[in-house]
């Protein structure tokens, strides 16, 4: 599953499935199926043959765009994955979300029971954070800061408390200041903190940090206007999940709030934000990180 993109004199498509590849390696390898009493095989299932993987394209195309270390961004880029991982099985089970498909296929808590479900969301967030810190290969300084980095991105101040707020809020109609803080945690904080992951495998300008977290922020917001589009406009099968289920559960969402039109104009004018941080960076090479915006804003899955 390949994000489509207007490529000009970047070749895009080959970009993304050469790195796809390399992360789908990666996984395969260190999510291993010898776990005991079967918890492997729901980690795998969890994980593998599936999934845009936007959060580990955006950790190598900072990367790349900042000359990072390749080891520790596709050790970032695989560990961001994991975390990803782990908040769907989570998120998709009867005290969440309780949703049974996921990625076209029945979610972890229906193939393999919910208690299964709930040890492997916990195994896969436990292994994200020990691809971060391996014996060798990565300075044991930026190890620490890439642990650092992602437990806010999934934490209480990130994914973890958006999720919170967005079960708290069924029902309720937000405010837009409400609506954005709530998904700028719940979903922007990861994607904005891949950018981050792949801008510390290298020594950073402040001013290119600075302009890489506006970007990032800009466009995990795009992602989730978009997101809450195509859960009004798309059908199960092209979004491999429940259509409709936001409407169906009365949650908040910026088509609820803005308008289907509206919702679509912010999207891009998100999308435009992000394009000119990525100027403003100083940055030589940002073209992965400009295709992924726009990717992301004209995705249709």
Not at 58 to 78: D, K
Not at 165 to 189: C, P
Not at 192 to 210: E, F, H, K, R, S
Request: aromatic fraction near 4%.
């Amino acid at each position: 599953m390949e994000f489509a993109v207007l490529a000009h004199d970047f070749e895009f498509d080959s970009w993304q499935r050469a790195q796809r590849d390399d992360v789908e390696q990666c996984l395969s390898r260190w999510v291993r199926p010898d776990a005991p009493a079967g918890l492997g095989e729901s980690m795998r299932y969890a994980v593998l043959d599936g999934g845009k993987r936007l959060r580990p394209l955006l950790v190598l195309a900072a990367a790349e765009a900042v000359n990072g270390l390749r080891e520790a961004a596709l050790r970032a880029a695989c560990a961001a994955e994991l975390i990803h991982a782990y908040s769907l099985v989570h998120d998709d089970m009867p005290c969440m979300d309780n949703d049974v498909l996921r990625r076209g296929k029945p979610t972890v808590h229906v193939q393999f029971g919910e208690a299964q479900a709930l040890l492997a969301g916990d195994a896969l967030q436990a292994l994200a954070f020990e691809l971060l810190t391996p014996e060798t290969d990565v300075p044991p300084a930026m190890q620490a800061t890439l642990c650092r980095l992602l437990a806010r991105a999934a934490g209480a101040d990130g994914m973890a408390g958006g999720q919170a707020i967005d079960l708290a809020s069924v029902g309720y109609m937000l405010t837009e200041d409400e609506l954005r803080r709530m998904h700028r945690l719940k979903t922007g904080a990861l994607l904005q903190g891949c950018v981050l992951l792949g801008a510390a495998c290298a020594d950073t300008t402040p001013a290119a940090l600075t302009a890489l977290q506006e970007y990032g922020a800009a466009l995990g917001l795009a992602f989730q206007v978009v997101d809450d589009i195509l859960d009004v406009i798309a059908d199960s099968q092209t979004l491999g999940k429940t259509a409709g289920k936001d409407a169906a559960s009365d949650k908040p969402t910026y088509v609820s709030l803005l308008g289907l039109e509206r919702a679509r104009a912010h999207a891009e004018a998100l999308c435009s934000e992000a394009h000119a941080a990525l100027k403003r960076s100083g940055l030589a090479d940002t073209r992965a990180l400009a295709a992924l915006a726009d990717a992301v804003v004209r995705r249709s899955h």
